[in-house]
Each structure stands twice: as structure tokens, then as C-alpha cells.
């Protein structure tokens, strides 16, 4: 893949809220976690877990804890998970880099999914009191993001980003 090969993807993947009836296929879903898993990570700590819900009332459930009507679109379903024990916090100040590295891995899955055609959409307005419940998801671990994931529906392409200038965002040099 060359540099504009790169940037067309990234610019490909998008926040996707209407996905259409087709099914995603177990093998699909195990590509995507693929790219996750050679996601780099804090000391290579790999602090991560990622819940996929097994059958329609594990996906009720997760359509519960987001109050939107464009959730119950969605296929399929990755719980992205972090563990605040296994990932490295930094010697100087104890941040902790649990989300770092799992965001990081949640970004492989949705370029991944891009790639084979598919939508998704990080969620982390959910109500993570009734998803830790509902999935019974133990202390050590922190859920994240939920990521819905499918084939778009139809029509529903790149929306045109909306970004800030990129002189906005570099600063060359110290303050
Ligand atoms: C950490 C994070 C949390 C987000 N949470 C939500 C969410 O709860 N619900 C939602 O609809 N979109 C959510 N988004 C999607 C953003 O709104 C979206 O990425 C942003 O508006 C840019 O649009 P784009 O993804 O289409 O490029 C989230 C994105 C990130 C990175």
C-alpha cells in the first residue's frame, strides 16, 4: 500500500449510523480482531479484550445501553475492552495507558473494517453501569468503546470530513 493508498482509507473510514440487513461472518470478525492484535501497545502489554456479543438478546443488550436509534442498525457488535492491571503506567507520573493502547487497537479495527467494506463507528456514550452488568464484564476490566460494525446501508457513503485546518494543528517548534 503507498502513501495514497493510506490516506484513501483513512479518508474512507468514517462514522457509520445506518448499516443494512447483510450479515457479517464470524471469519470477518475474526480478520478484523486480527488487526487489533498486531496493534502496538505501551511495553507490548496488549491490554485489551474484545467482547462480541454471541446472539440477538447478547446484542439486545448492547442496544440498551446506548439510547440511539441508529444502534439497532448494527449487525454486529465489538466491546472493546481495556485492563488497567496489564497495561503499562508510565514510571514518572503513573499515567496509566490503558486507553491509549486500546484505542489505538479499536483504530486497527475500524481501518481493518474499512478495508473489507465495512462500517462502524466508535461509541463511548454508552452506559457502561448496565453493559458491565449486562455482560457481566469483571473489575479488572474497562469497557471502552462499544464499535458497531456491518455493511453500510445503502447510500450511506463518506460523509465529507469535517476537520481543522492542518495549520491549526501542527506547532512547529516550542512555545
Ligand atoms: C473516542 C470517541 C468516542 C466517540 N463516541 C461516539 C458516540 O458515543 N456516539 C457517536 O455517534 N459517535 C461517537 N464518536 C464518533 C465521532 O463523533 C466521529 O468520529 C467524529 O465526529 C468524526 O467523524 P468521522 O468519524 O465520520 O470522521 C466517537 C469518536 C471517538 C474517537
Same mark, same amino acid.
Given at each position: 500500500?503507498?502513501?495514497h493508498e493510506f490516506k484513501q482509507?483513512?479518508?474512507n473510514r468514517y462514522s457509520c449510523r445506518?448499516?443494512?440487513d447483510q450479515p457479517v461472518t464470524r471469519e470477518l470478525l475474526i480478520e478484523v480482531i486480527e488487526a487489533a492484535h498486531l496493534a502496538p501497545s505501551a511495553c507490548n502489554k496488549q491490554p485489551w479484550?474484545? #467482547?462480541?456479543p454471541n446472539n440477538d438478546q447478547e446484542r439486545q443488550a448492547v442496544v440498551e445501553c446506548y439510547n440511539r436509534e441508529w444502534i439497532k442498525t448494527a449487525?454486529?457488535?465489538?466491546i472493546a475492552?481495556?485492563?488497567?492491571?496489564e497495561a503499562w503506567h508510565r514510571a514518572s507520573d503513573g499515567k496509566d495507558h490503558t486507553d491509549v493502547d486500546v484505542s489505538i487497537a479499536i483504530e486497527h479495527i475500524c481501518l481493518a473494517a474499512t478495508a473489507a467494506g465495512l462500517g462502524t463507528c466508535w461509541v463511548c456514550n454508552f452506559d457502561v453501569k448496565l453493559l458491565r452488568t449486562r455482560f457481566? #464484564?469483571?473489575d479488572e476490566l474497562t469497557p471502552i468503546a462499544i464499535i458497531p460494525i456491518g455493511y453500510p446501508s445503502e447510500g450511506n457513503n463518506i460523509i465529507s470530513k469535517k476537520r481543522k485546518p492542518i495549520s491549526?494543528?501542527?506547532k512547529w517548534g516550542k512555545f
Open positions: 500500500m503507498n502513501s482509507l483513512a479518508t445506518s448499516y443494512s479484550l474484545f #467482547i462480541i449487525p454486529e457488535f465489538i475492552c481495556g485492563s488497567n492491571n457481566n #464484564i469483571p491549526e494543528i501542527i
